[in-house]
């Protein structure tokens, strides 16, 4: 059985939800953690088809990935970290991956679109005995704008007592183009500093709270 489960979920897709699962994986992976991506999208693939990518081009830490179908065998992994990347718009797989999961991750863009869906999704896991406190939302895909993303945080917490991500992930060309190589948005390129320092802010706040939440049980 893994250490550690964290799962990556969302109600609808297109948020970043495998964007998150390979910024946790490499973040552990580099802590030296044995780490996989037990990927449930198995329409699309897009965390295992990264990981394959990254082998092929020989990016270290090595970061395991493979197709999943069924939620309960994740207790089965004997990796230190297994990192569920979920199927949007599935409310079965969902429910049973977030009751064995120590920290759900639940990605959402700025637009009401994006926020609306995620925040009943999360409400709807709380109604099915889902503990809030292992609820951690991250705002992905923002703007310039910092009173859009004030905005987005307001309508998150407000009246719901979820807790948000402090660090948010811009939308940059950069991140899209070093997850097409098989880099996670942790390993853009030394010459974009600043994006990676966002992304391991982002990555040091989920182990922080994963870390915490292991402190309570």
Request: charged residues 25%.
């Amino acid at each position: 059985m893994p250490d550690l489960i964290i799962a990556c979920l969302s109600q609808k897709g297109g948020v970043g939800k495998s964007t998150l699962a390979r910024l946790i994986a490499r973040t552990y992976a580099v802590a030296g953690w044995s780490v996989k991506i037990c990927d449930f999208n198995t329409t699309q693939l897009t965390s295992y088809k990264w990981a394959k990518l990254r082998e092929q081009n020989q990016i270290e830490p090595h970061i395991a990935a493979e197709p999943y179908t069924s939620p309960t065998a994740l207790k089965r992994e004997t990796a230190n970290l297994v990192v569920a990347d979920g199927r949007p718009d599935s409310d079965q797989s969902s429910m049973e991956i977030a009751r064995m999961a120590d920290l759900i991750v639940v990605p959402t863009g700025l637009p009401l679109d994006d926020l609306e869906p995620q925040l009943m999704f999360a409400n709807e896991l709380v109604a099915k005995g889902i503990p809030k406190e292992k609820i951690l939302f991250v705002l992905n895909k923002t703007t310039e704008s910092r009173t859009a993303v004030l905005e987005a945080r307001q309508y998150l917490t407000s009246a719901t007592g979820f807790l948000v991500a402090e660090q948010d992930i811009s939308a940059k060309t950069s991140y899209q183009r070093a997850q097409n190589h098989g880099y996670a948005l942790s390993e853009v390129g030394q010459n974009i500093g600043t994006l990676e320092e966002k992304a391991d802010l982002l990555a040091a706040e989920i182990v922080a709270r994963a870390n915490e939440l292991g402190e309570t049980v």
